[in-house]
Every structure is written in structure tokens, then in C-alpha cells.
């Protein structure tokens, strides 16, 4: 009996707790279904819905005259739900004929309208909810498919899904390439896109999106989109026939040179705005491309380009003038362990600053420099810096490089006993090219350091909402007469110095200077290369453009001179550049106010005035004038006078002559003269030789 009631016990636990478990199981069914329904289904809901992003499209990059140097043109992903809610089977069988007429004739001729028929029909028996029609239509092809049968219902009624996607394009494609940048979906942009993204990228919009089978998302109407809106314009300095020259140009001349890497600047001598930027490298297939901006991003040593800073600060500082003379040891001096030796056999034993500049002395520069600074070096690198070469340029692109300005005594950096000689001729110091550019445009500047810049406006539907004007880095870098000193010296480089040969019957007159250096010192010499590069401005007396070239990693074994294979380069560029700009050069000789003329050191004058003053000072005159007017050479200790030929109707030379008498002889001749400066003519404004037409001329004294 006890055993029994104790079975029954059992049963009955059993029973209950059964019981219990669906009481419990049948409560949560109710409160999961009916009680927290709503929030349930809604969390369902939330899980296959989501608000994608639609990407805006970017901004157009443009040139100085508003062609499109970067774009983004718009492409289309054509798909179609076949099982869309609103999608009928009635709708479906009333359009699917001519539908399949449309595509077979519009989108693959390959494919005869029953193959579209049949496809479709395939397509919806199998539930395809994301069928392709075509990859990539154009806007036009996207708008007229809108139109078909069943597609112009929508994407509801119809399955008509379209995925917009972009490409940004180049239209000039390797123009100026790394300096407008790169733009790519996941990577953050280059160049110009990455500066001025800001501006450029505009406002993504949304769409609200719903999972279906198969994992794919689809719009959930029309009416739960937010349209992107478009990225603003930005409008740069670069000029498209400018940029085509420089690189063009530089290309040329890279063939020829044996370097594996060039770049060409051309820059606005009043405002620093980049009208070309051009960097080549040659890429592994043997071509040449756009491979990276080095103009921007690699320093390097000048080499002789940067004695014009080492004249520079000795002429400010006081402690030479062009005429200062220097031993010039035949071209080859020793400093502590080191021998320093000019580029050139000359054999000469001194020369005047201006001379050695002119030829390029390494020993005259690097020794003049070594004996008023070799007391005071960290006077010598303040006064480098002053020039502003201590400091990037300030480019509105990411990722200036700094430049590389040994501090004086600092061991960390490598100053040693004969850094500062060598630092004089442009070694031991690293700037990129369009440092160095910015310092002559500096110069050609008289004296202002201008910020270099590449967008000038930001433009909302055609509109400027935002200008960049030009900016001062520097008011004066020099003493003006130091900055005249400095262009007279850049002249007589291609007058009579190392630019002479490459620049000689040039289009305009031009101001330069030429650079060598050598790289990759190691134990075999064939690890050797050079560096070939000019700078300059043009035209000489008036400079509206400078210009940098360079040509890097050239062999050992190829001729590597700045002058013979960057002068070249330079020439034709400022060339085409001068005679394709029509505005400019319009401007140039309606101004009249260019001087094109120079002092050559020659004193002139009335002869009988002459005559009078040599008479009184005891100097006799080795050969008789036969004419009115004469000018004086001095060689060595011997007076040289000869005639000045005065043309009727042609412009006289007055170089060289005092005031009054320059002045007589041009009005004389029917010229309107106006006088700047004290002392004698050392510049005028209309060329010699040119025809006379009443024309107002230019004289500056000192």
C-alpha cells in the first residue's frame, strides 16, 4: 500500500510539473505574439531595413580659364526585381514584349527579343529579385530605359533599380596628374583632392533600403530617398597650354638626358600662383608618367644654384659688392682635408665676385664666403635663414617637405670644419625644387617673398563663394640695391656666363643661373649621379614668370651640366611659353616700361666732354674718336674708347651715360624721356635699335 501511494505521489509530481512547464511555455507564446507583439515585429522590421548612404558627387577641379582638369562622371548600375510587391503578374505579362523588343534593340543586339523574353520569364519563376540588365549606361541610356514597358512604373510596380556610381577622370590625363591628386572610393585622396576635400566632397545622401532574399538590399520607395548634394568647384592657377610646354619640354629632354626623373615649375613673379607643375619619373614598363611629386615633396642639394643665397648674405651683411675681388687658386683650393674644385678649367687666379658667380667658381664663392664667415658661421646660416630658405613654401598641398638648413656647430646634423664652404656651393643642404623657385622668384621679385599657391577660387553652382588671394611671406628679403646687385649678376650669367650657349637668341631676355650636383658618393664610382638644374625668370627687366628645371639621377657617364641638359629644357619652355601667351605679350610691349637693355660697364658720353675731363686727369686716349658721341672700355691699364653709332630714326644706346646727356640725345632723337635715380643710365626701356615713334623711354640711374 505504501508503495503504491508512493507511485501515485510521483505520477502526480510528474503531471504537475508537466503542467507548470506549459502553463509557462503557453504565457510566453502569448506575451512574445500578442502582449510585446509590436515590439517584436518591429525589432524584425529594423533587422531588414537599413538607410544606406548615396555618395555626392565631387566637385570639378578646373584650370586658371575653367577648363575641367578633374571631373567625376556618373555611371549606372541597370538591375531589375522581378518579384517587386507591386509588380503583377498582369503587369508583368501586358509588358513583357515590348520590353524584350527594347532591351534586345538598346542594350545587347546579341540577344533577339524572345531570348529577353524567355530570360526574364526564367527569372521571375526563380524569385530573382536583382537581375542585371546592363553595368554600366550612361545617363542618357539610364533615362530612356526609365521610359520602357514596366520599367516606367517605378521600382515598386515595375523592378526598375538603378545603382549610380561615379569615376573620377582626368581629361588632360597626365597633366599635372600628381598635383590635382587622386581620388579613389576607401583611400584617403592625394594632391588637390586631399586639400581642398572639403570642399570637393560635398553631402552624401540616403536612401532607406530593405533586405530581401538572398542577402540583398533594394530601395523601399522613391519617396524614402534623400537626394546627395554636389561638391563645390575649385578654380586653380594651373594653365593647360602652360602645363603642356613644361611637360612636353621636359619630356624631351628626359629622353635625352639619361636621368630617370624631372620637373619643371613655371610660377607668377608677382603673386606666387603656379601656372605649371610637371614632374616625370620613368616607370618599370620604360615609359615616363606622373609618378610622384617631387617638385613638392623631394629635397634635394641645389648645388650651384644656391650660391645666389651665399652672394646674397655677403651683400647684405656689407662684406662684399659685386666687384669685390677673389682668389680663385686656378680653380682648385683645399679646405682642411678637402679639395673643392671648379666644374671648368679656367686657370684663372682671381676674378671679381660677379665674375666667379658668373662662371660659376665653386673655390671663388665657397672662398669668399669661408673668409668673412669663417669667424662668425652661425652669422652666415641666420642670414640664409632670413631669406626665408629655412621654412617650407606654405603650398596649399599636404606634405611640403621641410627643408634641411644645418644649424652651425651642430654635430647631430653633420657640421663639421668644411660644412661651410660646401654649404656656400649648395651642398650639405636639402630644399625641393619649389623652394628653391620660390627664393629667385624672390629675387625677380625685388625683394618680396611671395606664399606660392594653386587654387584661387571655390565655386558653388558657377558662383565664387571663396577667395584665395596672393599672400606676402616676406616684405624684403634684401636691401634693394642687394636685390638689383643679385638680377644684375643673374644676367650676366646669361650674357656672358654658364647660360649663355643654351639661352643665346632666346625670345625675351632672361635672368638664370645653372646648377650641377653630384650624388650617391660610395666606394664604386659608378654609383655616381647627377642632378642637372636652372632657375630663372623672364622677361629679365620686368619679370612676369620664373622657371625651374631639373633633371635627377643622371649617369656618371652622361653629360650631366645644368647648362647642357637643363638649359635647354628652360629655353624652349620660356620660349613657347612668351610667344604663346598672346595677352601677355601684348601687355608686354604695349607697357613699354620692360627694360630690355643693361649696363655693360661701359661709360658714355659727348666726345669733347670726354676728351676734356682725360685731358685734365693726365689720360690720354690710345685711339682718336671720329664720332659725336663715343664710350670708354677700360682692359687691364689700358683706356679704350670707341665710336657710338647713332642711327637716324632707330632707339640710341645711353647705357652708361649721365642723365643730361642721355636725356639730350633721346629727345633729340624725338623720345619722351622720364628719369628714375641718381647717376648714370644703367637700364632703359625700349630695346636699341628700334624704330622711333614718339614712344615714352625709361631711364633708371644709379
Known amino acids: 500500500m505504501d508503495k503504491k501511494k508512493e507511485v501515485l505521489i510521483r505520477l502526480y509530481l510528474m503531471v504537475f510539473a508537466f503542467a507548470a512547464v506549459a502553463a509557462v511555455l503557453l504565457w510566453r507564446t502569448i506575451d512574445i505574439s500578442v502582449v510585446q507583439g509590436d515590439k517584436w515585429r518591429s525589432r524584425i522590421d529594423k533587422m531588414n531595413l537599413k ?4 555618395p555626392a558627387d565631387r566637385g570639378d577641379i578646373l584650370a586658371d580659364d575653367n577648363k575641367l582638369l578633374a571631373t567625376s562622371l556618373p555611371f549606372f548600375e541597370i538591375r531589375m526585381d522581378t518579384r517587386a510587391d507591386g509588380l503583377t503578374q498582369k503587369i508583368f505579362d501586358n509588358g513583357i514584349d515590348s520590353l524584350s523588343w527594347y532591351l534586345s534593340r538598346y542594350v545587347n543586339e546579341q540577344y533577339s527579343a524572345g531570348q529577353y523574353k524567355a530570360l526574364l520569364t526564367e527569372a521571375r519563376k526563380k ?19 526609365k521610359k520602357w514597358p514596366i520599367f516606367r512604373l517605378g521600382s515598386n510596380k515595375g523592378g526598375f533599380i538603378v545603382k549610380r556610381e561615379t569615376q573620377r577622370v582626368q581629361p588632360f590625363n597626365m597633366l599635372a596628374s600628381r598635383t590635382i591628386g587622386v581620388f579613389s572610393a576607401g583611400r584617403d585622396p592625394r594632391g588637390l583632392e586631399g586639400s581642398y576635400d572639403r570642399f570637393l566632397a560635398g553631402k552624401n545622401g540616403g536612401s532607406l533600403m530593405k533586405r530581401v532574399r538572398g542577402g540583398i538590399w533594394l530601395p523601399v520607395s522613391e519617396g524614402s530617398k534623400i537626394d546627395p548634394v554636389r561638391g563645390r568647384d575649385i578654380k586653380t592657377t594651373l594653365n593647360v597650354n602652360m602645363q603642356d610646354i613644361a611637360q612636353h619640354a621636359l619630356l624631351e629632354g628626359l629622353r635625352k638626358s639619361g636621368g630617370s626623373k624631372g620637373i619643371a615649375l613655371i610660377m607668377e613673379v608677382k603673386t606666387g600662383a603656379i601656372k605649371a607643375i610637371a614632374n616625370l619619373r620613368k616607370t618599370k614598363t620604360g615609359g615616363w608618367g606622373e609618378v610622384y611629386n617631387d617638385a613638392v615633396l623631394t629635397a634635394t642639394e641645389p648645388g650651384s644654384t644656391f650660391k645666389l643665397a651665399s652672394v646674397l648674405a655677403l651683400m647684405e651683411d656689407g662684406l662684399a659688392t659685386p666687384k669685390s675681388r677673389i682668389n680663385l687658386y686656378q680653380g682648385k683650393r683645399k679646405f682642411y682635408d678637402q679639395w673643392m674644385r671648379d666644374a671648368s678649367y679656367h686657370n684663372l687666379t682671381s676674378s671679381t665676385m660677379d665674375e666667379a658667380f658668373t662662371i660659376s667658381s665653386n673655390v671663388g664663392i665657397a672662398g669668399l664666403v669661408w673668409k668673412h664667415y669663417k669667424n662668425n658661421q652661425r652669422g652666415y646660416v641666420q642670414r640664409i635663414n632670413s631669406f626665408g630658405l629655412n621654412q617650407p613654401s606654405g603650398i596649399d598641398l599636404k606634405g611640403e617637405t621641410q627643408p634641411f638648413i644645418k644649424e652651425a656647430w651642430n654635430t647631430q646634423q653633420g657640421w663639421s ?15 625641393t625644387p619649389l623652394q628653391m623657385l620660390n627664393f629667385y622668384n624672390a629675387v625677380a621679385n625685388n625683394g618680396t617673398l611671395m606664399k606660392p599657391y594653386l587654387v584661387e577660387q571655390v565655386l558653388q553652382e558657377g558662383k565664387v563663394i571663396k577667395k584665395y588671394t596672393p599672400q606676402i611671406l616676406k616684405r624684403q628679403i634684401a636691401r634693394p640695391e642687394v636685390i638689383r646687385a643679385a638680377q644684375d649678376m643673374l644676367r650676366n650669367v646669361v650674357v656672358k656666363g654658364t647660360a649663355k650657349r643654351p639661352l643665346a637668341g632666346a625670345k625675351c631676355p632672361i635672368a638664370a643661373k645653372t646648377g650641377t650636383t653630384q650624388s650617391g658618393y660610395g666606394h664604386d664610382k659608378k654609383e655616381l649621379k647627377y642632378q642637372s638644374s636652372m632657375i630663372g625668370y623672364f622677361p629679365a627687366h620686368q619679370p612676369v614668370y620664373s622657371v625651374y628645371v631639373g633633371i635627377m639621377d643622371i649617369p656618371k657617364d652622361s653629360t650631366y651640366y645644368g647648362s647642357k641638359i637643363a638649359g635647354p629644357i628652360f629655353r624652349e619652355i620660356v620660349d613657347k611659353v612668351y610667344s604663346s601667351e598672346k595677352a601677355f605679350i601684348k601687355s608686354y610691349e604695349k607697357d613699354k616700361k620692360p627694360v630690355v637693355y643693361a649696363s655693360n660697364g661701359l661709360d658714355v658720353g659727348y666726345t669733347k666732354d670726354i676728351e676734356e675731363v682725360l685731358r685734365y686727369v693726365g689720360i690720354p ?6 664720332t659725336e658721341w663715343i664710350k670708354l672700355s677700360a682692359h687691364s691699364n689700358i683706356l679704350r674708347a670707341k665710336s657710338l653709332s647713332i642711327q637716324r630714326g632707330k632707339v640710341p644706346s645711353v647705357i652708361g651715360m649721365g642723365a643730361r646727356d642721355a636725356a639730350y640725345l633721346l629727345e633729340k632723337a624725338g623720345l619722351k624721356v622720364r628719369i628714375k635715380g641718381i647717376g648714370k643710365v644703367y637700364e632703359q626701356s625700349v630695346r636699341p635699335g628700334s624704330a622711333i615713334k614718339g614712344q615714352e623711354i625709361i631711364l633708371n640711374l644709379r
Open 417 to 431: 670644419g668644411v660644412t661651410l664652404p660646401w654649404m656656400a656651393i649648395g651642398y650639405e643642404v636639402k630644399l
Open 51 to 54: 538607410f544606406k548612404d548615396i
Open 127 to 145: 524569385r530573382n529579385r536583382y537581375l542585371l540588365i546592363q553595368s554600366r549606361a550612361n545617363y542618357s541610356e539610364m533615362k530612356r530605359m
Open 621 to 626: 686716349i690710345p685711339e682718336k674718336p671720329k
